[in-house]
């Protein structure tokens, strides 16, 4: 799966930031989506899981704060960033990997660092 994301930038604390993910190239039928992060010095974490239902379960330190969503042939995915902190600096990045290979959850993403498809990365940055 090739995966590009969009939308990064620069915002002060309290503001808002929409993330896209664009992607091709599915091979399998069902997939799961992912936002991921990582700061300077720390380890990628995953931010929000949408299964291949759509049904989108997300990290305790986000959840109230961002929505995530996708189309219906996984071709685009949002995640739509609101009340950032400047702890949500971080390079974001978008993933999928083929469903069967886990269950498509916020507490079981290993997998995709192991076997999943990932985009390049975009930079947030949240000032106080």
């Known amino acids: 799966v090739q995966l590009l994301e969009s939308g990064g930038g620069s915002v002060a604390a309290g503001g808002s930031l929409t993330l896209s993910c664009a992607a091709s190239g599915f091979t399998y039928p069902t997939y799961c989506m992912g936002w991921f992060r990582q700061a300077p010095g720390k380890e990628r974490e995953g931010v929000a899981i949408?299964?291949?239902?759509?049904?989108?379960d997300y990290t305790d330190s986000v959840k109230e704060r961002f929505t995530s969503s996708a189309s219906d042939d996984k071709s685009t995915i949002v995640l739509q960033m609101n009340s950032l902190r400047p702890e949500d600096t971080a390079t974001y990045y978008c993933?999928?990997?083929?469903?069967?290979?886990?269950?498509?959850?916020?507490?079981?993403?290993?997998?995709?660092?192991?076997?999943?498809?990932w985009g390049q990365g975009t930079q947030v940055t949240v000032s106080e």
């Open positions: 993933a999928a990997i083929w469903s069967v290979m886990l269950t498509c959850s916020i507490k079981t993403t290993g997998p995709f660092e192991k076997f999943g498809d």
């Open positions: 949408i299964d291949s239902n759509g049904r989108v």
